[in-house]
């Protein structure tokens, strides 16, 4: 037996990642006549904090490649695609839509009121409604002109039905 060993006092923490699995352990190895009360305390609240920064990684890493997927699917539709949430807000556009609609790429997070110019309630009420609706005709005005399109509404609804925004293609 390690005679060095029997001098020595451990209190550790198991590590656990995504789904429960032990990814590692904390451990606190010191000499028996400095151990401390609190020790098994602190490598526990240690582990939590690692557990917790790892969810939080992991989260962005799921954020980041989410977004990724989502910017390469709008930007390859073919036709201009916007959401908006309730309120009128963008939340994403494709370079088309901001093409087509003549609106600047810096769009996202604007109401969608305050970047196109007036004579527009045929679009506002295409966005607002509450209703979907498919090959709509509408006619936008734009600071470069008017433009005619061609749009497919859909609405997103929440748990109980009220409206989160449309997504108009």
């Known amino acids: 037996y390690c005679t060095f060993t029997q001098r020595t006092c451990c209190s550790a ?11 590692g352990t904390v451990n606190i190895t010191c000499h028996h006549l400095a151990a401390n009360s609190h020790t098994l305390g602190m490598a526990v609240a240690m582990a939590s904090a690692v557990e917790n920064r790892l969810r939080v ?4 890493i799921r954020n980041i490649t989410a977004e990724a997927y989502k910017s390469v699917f709008m930007e390859s539709i073919p036709s201009g695609l916007i959401a908006v949430d309730a309120n009128g ?3 994403s556009i494709n370079r088309k839509a901001l093409n087509m609609l003549s609106i600047p790429h ?3 997070g604007k109401n969608i009121r305050e970047l196109l110019p007036g004579g527009n309630d045929d679009f506002y009420s295409l966005i607002s409604s509450g209703e979907s609706c498919e090959n709509y005709e509408v006619k936008v005005n734009t600071v470069s002109g008017r433009v005619c399109v061609l749009s497919t509404a859909q609405f997103i609804k929440g748990p109980q039905e009220e409206r989160f925004g449309t997504v108009v293609v």
């Open 89 to 91: 807000v963008i939340i």
């Open 57 to 60: 990684s992991f989260d962005e």
């Open 13 to 23: 923490a198991p590590i656990k990642g995504p789904g429960g699995i032990i990814v």
């Open 106 to 108: 810096t769009s996202v």
